[in-house]
C-alpha cells in the first residue's frame, strides 16, 4: 500500500490565502468590538504546546516519535482536556495507522470523535486509513467510495489512486480496469498514468481479455517508456515487436522526459541500423555534451549527423556542435561551426542570433584568445543593443579585455554598467573593476571601489568576494561592523495567544492542531465570515501569516514583504531592520527543512536560499523543463531520490512542501558531500548537474576561485550558482550565531579550492 503521507497538492490560488481576508472586510469594525479575548490559562497554553510538538513530527514522517509523544496526552493517567485531546487523538490514530497499528488506531480514532465536526472529510479519509491498518480492505474501499462520492475534489489525487489500487484487489476485474481506464485521462500530472495503465492490462488479461491488455502494454510501452513498469510490459510486448518508426518515437518521448540513459539505447538501436540518423544523432549529441556530459568525443559524430540542413534538428544541433567542438579543444572548427549557423540563419531574431556571436566567442576564448573575441563581439554589440540583455553580455567584452590583461579598457568597458542596482550587472562591474584596478597596482582605488560595493550591495555574491579581498589587503576595519543578529530573537508565531477558544477560534484552532495544511484550509475559508466577525480583519490576517508553517504559505507573507522592504535590502541589516530582512528572508516551511536538513546533513541555509531561488516559496512552480515544487525537483531526479528511500512517488507530490522539501534537501545533503563541502560546487551542481561540474572543474584547474567561476559555461549555472550563494549570505547574516556563519562563508566563498569530488551521485 502506498504510504500514508499523500495527500493532494496545493492549487495555485489556494498558494496566497489573503484573500480570505480581504472577502470579509466588512465585518472588520464589528471584529473589533468583539474582540475582547482573554489569554488562556498556562496549563491550557501548555498542553497545546505538547500537542504541537507530536502534530509536528508527524507532518515529517517520524510516525513513531509521533505516537511516543502523543500517547501519553491522549491515553495517559493524567490526560489533557477534552478539547486539546480530540485533534491529539486524531494525530494519533493517522501516526498510528501508518504504523500498521490497527487496534491502536481505531483506539485513538475512537478518542478523537470530538473532530469529526471540523471537517468531515478529513475523518472519512482517516476512517480509511484505519480500516486500511486493520486489514478491512473491503470496507476501506466502500468508505473511500463514499468518500468520494461526498467530496470528490478532497485529496482527489489520494483518493483516486488508492481508490483504484483497492479496486483491483476487491472489485470485479473487469469493472476495476475501466474503472482504472476512466482515471487514466484525468490528470497528467497528479495521477500515476502507467500505473493505472499497468493495471487495467493486468485486469483484462486476468478476465481472458488478451487482446485488449496487449493494447494498454504497448500504449505504456510507447506513451510512458520512461516508467518504472516498462520491464513488465516488455514480458507482453517485446521491443523487437516494433516497427523502427515507433522505436524512434520512444526516443523521442524519453529524450523529452530526460530519461537520457534509455533514450540513448533507443538511440543508439537505430543509429547502428543507419535509420533516422539526424534525429537520433541529435538525441545523442546533446546527451553526451549537455545532458549526461560523458562523451564529448563522439557527441561531435552524431552532431554532423544532425546537422545537415533541411533536417529537423539542424539549427539546433549546429549550435550545439559548436560548443562540442570547442570541448574537445577543436576551436577553430568550433568557431567554423558557428560561422555557419550565423550565414543560415542569421534572419532568425536578435536574441538568438546574438546567442550564437556569443557561444563563437567563447569558442575564441577558450582557445586561449580573450582579445580577439572582444575585437571580434564588440563591433556587433555596438551595432545591436536591443532585443536582449545587452548588459550581460556587454561585461564579457570588459571581463575578455581583463583576461586578455588589458587592464585600463576593461575599466572603461565596465564603467557603463557601475551603476546598477543589479548584482548581476552592476555589482560584477565593480567588483572585476577593483580586480582590473588591484591588477595595475592602484590599491587604494581599487578598495574604493569594493568598500562602495560592499555599503550599497550588502551581502551578494560579489560583495562577498570583495570583503575578502578587502580584508587581505588590511582593509578590515573599514568594513561595516557585522552585528550579530543571532541575538534577536526570531519573530515567534503563536496563532492563538490571546484569543478565547470560543467559536470559529476554537474550530480553526482545532483544525490547526490536525496536522495536514489541505484540511486546515478548508476550515479557514469555511470559517471565513464568523472568523471576521470574531476577530476583525486586522487579528485575522496576524493569525492567517501565524499559521504560515501549518497553512504551508510562505509566499503570501513573503510577497508582501519584498514589495513593503525591498529597498531597504540595500544597506546593511541592524538589530532595527533585521525584521525587514526576515520578513524578504524567511525561515521558510521551517518545519520540514529543520528536520530534513538535520537528516540528511545538508546546511539548513542552504535549502532556503535553493528555495528561494529556484520558485520564491511557491510549492506550485513548474518550470519549462519541466522542474517541479518549491526546491524545482525533476521527475527523473526525484524517482531515484525516492528510490534511494524507497519511499512510494508520484509525480504530484513533487507539489507537496513535505515531499519536495524531503527529496530536494537528500540531493542538496548528498551534493555538499560529493563536493567535500565545497559549497558553490554543491550549489552549482544542484541546478547543471554533477557531470556539467566535474567537466569545469577539469578544465579549470589552477584557476583563482572567482575566475572559475565566472567562466562557467553555461549562463544558467553562473547566475544560478551566484545568486544562491547571496541568498546564504543574507541568511547567515541574520539569523546564524557569528562563528558558524564564518565558518559556512569560508565555505561559500573559497579562497582557494580543490578539484576533488566522489563518485556518487552523479544525477
Known amino acids: 500500500m502506498p504510504s500514508q503521507r499523500q495527500s493532494n497538492p496545493p492549487h495555485p490560488r489556494t498558494g496566497s490565502l489573503a484573500g480570505l481576508v480581504r472577502a470579509g472586510c466588512l465585518f472588520s469594525l464589528v471584529g473589533l468590538v468583539v474582540c475582547c479575548t482573554l489569554l488562556p490559562a498556562p496549563a491550557e497554553a501548555d498542553e497545546w504546546r505538547r500537542v504541537r ?159 485488449r491488455a496487449h493494447a494498454l502494454w504497448k500504449k505504456l510501452l510507447m506513451n510512458h517508456p520512461e516508467s518504472a513498469l516498462v520491464g513488465e510490459a516488455l514480458a507482453h510486448v517485446p521491443l523487437a515487436s516494433l516497427s523502427d518508426a515507433e522505436r524512434l518515437t520512444r526516443a523521442e518521448t524519453l529524450f523529452a522526459k530526460r530519461d537520457y540513459e534509455r533514450c540513448r539505447v533507443e538511440s543508439l538501436f537505430l543509429w547502428k541500423k543507419g535509420l533516422f540518423k539526424s534525429q537520433v544523432g541529435y538525441f545523442l549529441g546533446k546527451i553526451g555534451s549537455e545532458r549526461l556530459r560523458d562523451d564529448y568525443p563522439n557527441a561531435v559524430t552524431y552532431f554532423e549527423a544532425a546537422i545537415v540542413a533541411g533536417e529537423p534538428y539542424a539549427m539546433f544541433g549546429l549550435s550545439s556542435y559548436g560548443i562540442a567542438l570547442a570541448k574537445v579543444n577543436r576551436h577553430e572548427d568550433g568557431i567554423k561551426a558557428f560561422d555557419l549557423w550565423l550565414k543560415r540563419y542569421s534572419g532568425q531574431n536578435i536574441k538568438r542570433v546574438n546567442e550564437a556571436m556569443y557561444d563563437r566567442c567563447s569558442a575564441i576564448v577558450s582557445a586561449g584568445q580573450p582579445l580577439r573575441a572582444v575585437a571580434e563581439y564588440r563591433p556587433f554589440l555596438t551595432r545591436h543593443r536591443k532585443g536582449f540583455d545587452w548588459g550581460k553580455y556587454w561585461w564579457f567584452i570588459g571581463y575578455w579585455s581583463y583576461m586578455g590583461g588589458k587592464y585600463e579598457d576593461a575599466i572603461k568597458l565596465f564603467a557603463p554598467l557601475m551603476r546598477s542596482h543589479n548584482p548581476l550587472v552592476g555589482g560584477k562591474a565593480q567588483y572585476w573593476t577593483g580586480k582590473a584596478l588591484q591588477k595595475l597596482g592602484r590599491k587604494p582605488q581599487a578598495a574604493a571601489v569594493w568598500l562602495k560595493l560592499v555599503a550599497h550591495q550588502p551581502l551578494n555574491y560579489y560583495s562577498g568576494m570583495a570583503e575578502q579581498h578587502l580584508h587581505t589587503m588590511g582593509y578590515g576595519k573599514k568594513l561595516p561592523r557585522r552585528p550579530d543578529l543571532s541575538r534577536v530573537p526570531y519573530r515567534a508565531r503563536a496563532p492563538f495567544r490571546g484569543l478565547a477558544a470560543t467559536g470559529a477560534v476554537a474550530r480553526l484552532k482545532s483544525a490547526a492542531h490536525m496536522g495536514e495544511y489541505d484540511t486546515l484550509r478548508e476550515v479557514l475559508a469555511r470559517e471565513n465570515r464568523a472568523l471576521q466577525r470574531q476577530l476583525g480583519t486586522a487579528r485575522l490576517t496576524q493569525l492567517i501569516s501565524d499559521l504560515s508553517d501549518e497553512l504551508e504559505d510562505f509566499y503570501t507573507d513573503r510577497d508582501r514583504a519584498y514589495y513593503k522592504w525591498r529597498r531597504d535590502l540595500r544597506s546593511w541589516p541592524t538589530k532595527a531592520t533585521v525584521h525587514k530582512w526576515r520578513g524578504i528572508y524567511p525561515r521558510a516551511y521551517h518545519t520540514h527543512v529543520v528536520h530534513w536538513a538535520k537528516e540528511f546533513g545538508a546546511p539548513e541555509w542552504m535549502v532556503y536560499a535553493h528555495m528561494l531561488q529556484e520558485s520564491r516559496y511557491k510549492p506550485w512552480m513548474i518550470s519549462n523543463a519541466p522542474a517541479y515544487g518549491l526546491l524545482e525537483l525533476l521527475d527523473r531526479t526525484a524517482r531515484r531520490l525516492a528510490a534511494e528511500r524507497k519511499d512510494d512517488y508520484q509525480l504530484w507530490m513533487l507539489m ?65 550558482v551566484r545568486m544562491v550563494i547571496g541568498h546564504f549570505l543574507r541568511y547567515l547574516a541574520i539569523y546564524e550565531k557569528p562563528a558558524r556563519a564564518a565558518k559556512l562563508r569560508r565555505q561559500l566563498l573559497l579562497g582557494s579550492w580543490k578539484a576533488e569530488w566522489l563518485k556518487d551521485p552523479d544525477y
Open 53 to 211: 510538538k507530536g502534530v509536528q513530527l508527524f507532518r515529517v514522517s517520524a510516525w513513531q516519535d509521533a505516537a511516543t509523544a502523543l500517547t501519553p496526552l491522549v491515553e495517559g493517567k493524567k490526560k489533557i482536556s477534552k478539547k486539546a485531546r480530540a485533534p491529539a487523538a486524531y494525530v494519533l490514530a493517522r501516526a498510528r495507522a501508518a504504523l500498521k497499528d490497527g487496534p491502536g488506531a481505531r483506539k485513538a480514532l475512537v478518542a478523537a470523535r470530538g473532530v469529526r465536526d471540523i471537517y468531515g472529510p478529513a475523518w472519512r479519509f482517516a476512517e480509511v486509513e484505519v480500516l486500511l491498518a486493520e486489514g478491512h480492505k473491503k470496507q476501506a474501499f466502500q468508505a473511500l467510495s463514499a468518500l468520494r462520492n461526498v467530496a470528490p475534489k478532497f485529496r482527489w489525487a489520494q483518493a483516486d489512486i488508492l481508490w483504484a489500487r483497492l479496486y483491483e484487489e476487491v472489485g470485479p476485474p473487469r469493472a476495476a480496469a475501466e474503472a482504472c481506464l476512466q482515471l487514466y485521462g484525468k490528470s497528467r500530472l497528479h495521477l500515476p498514468q502507467d500505473e493505472l495503465l499497468a493495471r487495467a492490462a493486468r485486469l483484462f488479461r486476468t478476465v481472458g481479455d488478451n487482446p
Open 656 to 720: 507537496r512542501p513535505s515531499y519536495n522539501i524531503q527529496w530536494g534537501t537528500q540531493y542538496l545533503g548528498a551534493l555538499y558531500r560529493k563536493f567535500h563541502q565545497q559549497l558553490p560546487f554543491a550549489i552549482c551542481s544542484y541546478n547543471g548537474g554533477p557531470m556539467l561540474l566535474e567537466h569545469h572543474m577539469r578544465q579549470s584547474k589552477g584557476q583563482d576561485f572567482d575566475v572559475m567561476i565566472d567562466a562557467l559555461s553555461t549562463h544558467q549555472a553562473r547566475n544560478y
